[in-house]
């Protein structure tokens, strides 16, 4: 059974950081793209960051320069390094494991909640 494993989250003040894991069990960890989306109330679900298979990173316009996103093949974990937080960054984040060629088989984590507040 595929799985997803998230945590990291919670509440933290504007300015400060946060370290999101991601734990997958059941693919053959380093032929699938990982990413990490967010989605907020009332919006839609957006992209934070991939590092794909291949190891090209990219970012969302809103979070680029203040997130790094990692993967530790050996561990078959990837980590989204948050830092500078804004209130702005409040929502759920997920973790997404997709293979590059079989697009069927996507898997998604169950959500970990980011709340930046005073």
């Known amino acids: 059974q595929v799985q997803l494993v998230e945590s990291g989250g919670g509440l933290v003040q504007p300015g400060g950081s946060l370290r999101l894991s991601c734990a997958a069990s059941g693919i053959i960890f380093t032929a699938y793209d990982m990413g990490w989306y967010r989605q907020a109330p009332g919006e839609e679900r957006e992209l934070v960051a991939v590092?794909?298979?291949?190891?090209?990173?990219d970012y969302g316009d809103s979070v680029k320069g203040r997130f790094t996103i990692r993967r530790e093949n050996a561990k078959n974990t990837v980590y989204l390094q948050m830092n500078s937080l804004k209130p702005e960054d409040t929502a759920v984040y997920y973790c997404?494991?997709?293979?590059?060629?079989?697009?069927?088989?996507?898997?998604w984590g169950q959500g970990t909640q980011v709340t930046v507040s005073s």
């Open positions: 590092f794909p298979s291949g190891g090209s990173t």
């Open positions: 997404k494991a997709s293979h590059p060629v079989y697009r069927q088989n996507d898997y």
